[in-house]
């Protein structure tokens, strides 16, 4: 399999190098402030269902700053995709999943290697845009890929913000911010990104009698035993 996709009539083959879709919002970047929650609010990424929601990402360093951890949580299925059975699901109050990172000092600042799912790959982190009074991160825009021999087999993009939800208008902005890092070859245009869907976050975890019957089965332990298990591998 290939992705060596047709762009305007002129194929794009393989994955760019981090300076050529870096923006200048990453100077000065500081990966401590990008550690705790995010909410992932686009993607594009062929290995994520399209029926999962309430995506989120929590990202914690390790001790001496050089490994991380991503805390990879959804739901599904979700209520627009299923709507006569997403309560019903054994995972509809969530899983989780991990990925693990280093910094690896030869890379650029902005770009962290992850582990996950047998796979080492490089996590870009594009853009990232401050709060004006704290500078604390508030939006991110995070690009993989991966080719082998010169083919790229893997791509995935991922927009994220610190509030659960973002306006039409951010996210066309987030969009323009995308292109203008050379992207959407890549599969960041608007007809490319599938929008996650996100119940309020107040919303009570779900208990029904399927639920029920899952915690009877032991499905919910199964699932934490799983979870400490793919953390564990990974340390």
Known sequence: MQLDDDYNGKVVKGCPAYEEVRQT??????????????YEQKFHDWTQFKEVYDTTLDIKLTPDGKGWI?????????????????????????AHYF????????DPVGVLRESGFGVEFPNYIVDVQKD????????????????????????????????????????????????????????????????????????????????????GLGVDKLLELLTEAIEDGGR
């Open 132 to 215: 004006a009074k704290t500078g604390e991160y508030t939006e991110a825009i995070q690009f993989q890929c991966l080719e082998r021999g010169g083919v790229r087999v893997f791509e995935g993009i991922n927009y994220l913000s610190r509030s659960p939800t973002m306006t039409d208008a951010q996210l066309k902005e987030m969009h323009g911010r995308a292109e203008n890092a050379g992207m959407v070859p890549y599969g960041a245009g608007e007809d490319q990104m599938h929008t996650n869907e996100r119940r309020d976050v107040d919303a009570p975890p779900i208990d029904n009698t399927w639920q029920a019957m899952w915690r």
């Open 99 to 106: 990925l693990f990172g280093k910094v690896d000092d030869r």
């Open 70 to 94: 991503d805390d990879f949580g959804v739901k599904g299925p979700s209520p627009k995709s299923a709507k006569l059975s997403w309560d019903k699901s054994p995972v509809a109050n969530g």
């Open 25 to 38: 919002s990453m100077d000065g970047f500081d990966l401590s402030k990008y550690q705790g929650k995010w």
